[in-house]
């Protein structure tokens, strides 16, 4: 280990992630203040909702504080494939351009990801072996298997000259991961023993109390129920839950069921996995085109699309617009997934389609056929009673997760908590943990191809379109100010009754005698006051003079 330079402090900034769902990115900076080395964890995207943000497909961190120091960048670690966790890889490596380190399944998937954008020539991906090690400058990082819900999680352990992080990534204690390695705690026990000055730690479910239970007893319930259904068959989960893929094909081979693989990125991710060495297992699949002459009780669709997302299978099933698969009365669909907050209404929507053509729908709430990903309140104490880190730094979560999650530590006994949101900088070592500089952080919206910051305003602007139209007048003005011909309107997404009264006061409003260079804003308040009159509602006016 090197000796710890005059001056030198660690710090922990997340820039993504802290006081919101999705979007982790994670950075580590150790030397004097004016001269760090810096490390990134995980570089993830949040999916946009319409309503916020209309357009908008996908959200990623602001990363000009990183641009700032890259020369002192020393490389991106990801700890696993969830796009919360390297979605924004290819949207941002240009800016950041550093080596990418990953285990091997991660690293495929980011491939895949990286061909996509044209750029698997230019970044540098090290695959890391599982439980193995990397030397970053001041930085030691070993990588620690845990589990999750899609193959290998991993936790870091980063070592430094001032003191040991963890960094767990997403995990929880799952006795049965049904794949991979179950989570090494003898390694976290060991640098517990060793000592630990701060664990970053997941926040997901720090108000669950409990355990998050296993995918051992998933599969065991999936087994049951799919072989007590009749008529066709739908089961819908994360594609990345590749344990779980295994546990439904089992399920259908013991029904006597064949597996259709619906969905591209369904069948991406059973490519994935077999590549790199996992469903060796998994019964053969029939391709959805050969799928119709199959007996209703003999197949199992497994599908995209828990979500509701639109372009997904199930939802092309569920409006009979899938080329291969429908169902009907007496048929039943299986959704083994949770919603993720903010696609309620979308699930729901779903759900009701399918409902209303006779379709049985098994949820969560109904039925054992999900268990979450991240650790509830037990095996988060458990956690920190093998760490036993001096300093417990709240990630992944709403402020109100991390909150609670601090509280939990505390109780545990951890001397010290530090809740940080997006852009705090905290001071690990030297002295007390806390929060040292505000650093420029946000929002990049993906929005078609361009990414634009959330500050330039399009998405507020699209919204109030969205809620009230448009209404455009032009006005034509001779020399002297006065109006010319009737003004010319052009109405967008207004109700047609209000079109009347809008034109008759953008008109009074003109013929008014004035200055010239109030009648625009006269004429556009007029219009606005007018459709609010009749209407409830202001939509955005814009008026055009052309002089004649
Ligand atoms: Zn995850
Ligand atoms: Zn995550």
């Not at 991906?125 to 298997?145: D, Q, T, W, Y």
């Not at 023993?193 to 926040?203: F, H, I, K, W, Y």
């Not at 991406?268 to 060796?280: F, I, S």
């Amino acid at each position: 280990m090197t000796k710890n330079m005059n001056g030198a402090e660690l710090v922990f900034l997340p820039l993504g992630g802290a006081g919101e769902i999705g979007m982790n990115l994670n950075c580590y900076g150790y030397g004097p203040p004016d001269a760090r080395k810096w490390i990134v964890v995980d570089c993830g995207v949040l999916f946009g909702r319409e309503t916020g943000t209309p357009g908008v497909d996908l959200m990623m961190p602001d990363v000009r504080f990183l641009e700032e120091v890259r020369d002192d960048l020393l490389g991106l670690v990801l700890t696993h494939g969830h796009e919360d966790h390297l979605g924004a890889v290819a949207h941002l490596w240009p800016r950041l351009r550093c080596p990418v380190y990953a285990t091997p399944f991660t690293a495929r998937l980011l491939h895949d990801k990286l061909e996509e954008a044209g750029l698997e020539a230019r970044v540098k991906v090290k695959i890391v072996p599982l439980g193995g090690a990397v030397r970053l400058g001041p930085f030691a990082l070993e990588f620690i298997s845990i589990t999750h819900s899609i193959p290998e999680p991993n936790a870091l352990a980063i070592r430094t000259p001032l003191g040991v992080v963890v960094h767990t990534g997403d995990w929880k204690i799952d006795p049965d991961p049904l794949l991979g390695e179950v989570t090494n705690d003898r390694a976290l026990r060991r640098l517990g023993e060793e000592g630990v000055l701060a664990m970053v730690c997941d926040s997901t479910n720090a108000l669950v109390p409990g355990e998050s239970g296993s995918e051992g007893e998933v599969r065991r319930s999936l087994i049951r129920l799919i072989g007590s259904l009749k008529g066709r068959l739908a089961v819908t989960a994360f594609a990345s839950n590749v344990a779980r893929l295994q546990s439904v094909a089992e399920a259908a081979e013991a029904a006597n069921r064949e597996v259709v693989l619906v969905g591209r990125s369904m069948r991406h991710m059973v490519n994935c996995a077999r590549d790199t060495g996992y469903l060796k297992k998994f019964p053969r699949v029939i391709a959805e085109e050969e799928s119709s002459d199959l007996p209703a009780d003999h197949v199992l669709y497994l599908c995209t699309g828990s979500q509701g997302e639109q372009r997904a299978a199930l939802a092309r099933i569920a409006a009979d617009e899938h080329p291969h698969v429908s169902l009907g009365e007496g048929d039943s669909v299986i959704f083994s997934s949770r919603i993720i907050p903010g696609n309620e209404l979308a699930i729901f929507e779903l759900q009701n389609q399918l409902a209303a053509k006779g379709i049985a729908v098994l949820t969560e709430r109904d039925h054992f056929v999900h268990v979450s990903g991240h650790p509830a309140r037990d095996e988060l104490a458990a956690m920190y009673s093998w760490v036993k880190p001096k300093i417990a730094v709240p990630v992944h979560g709403e402020l109100r997760h991390m909150s609670e999650h601090a509280r939990l530590a505390r109780e545990l006994q951890v001397p010290q908590t530090v809740v940080a949101l997006n852009g705090q900088m905290v001071r690990l070592a030297p002295g007390a943990a806390e929060i040292i500089d505000e650093t420029p952080s946000g929002r990049l919206h993906l929005d078609g191809r361009l990414l634009v910051h959330e500050d330039e305003g399009f998405a507020r602007s699209r919204r109030a379109l969205g809620f009230a139209g448009f209404i455009g007048i032009t006005l034509v003005l001779d020399r002297k100010g006065r109006l010319a011909a009737e003004p010319v309107l052009h109405l967008e997404g207004i109700p047609d009754i209000v079109h009347g009264a809008v034109r008759a006061a953008a008109a009074r409003a003109a013929g008014a005698r004035r200055a010239k260079g109030d009648i625009a804003e006269d004429v556009r308040i007029a219009a606005r006051r007018a459709a609010n009159e009749m209407w409830g509602k202001k939509p955005v006016v814009r008026v055009q003079i052309v002089e004649v």
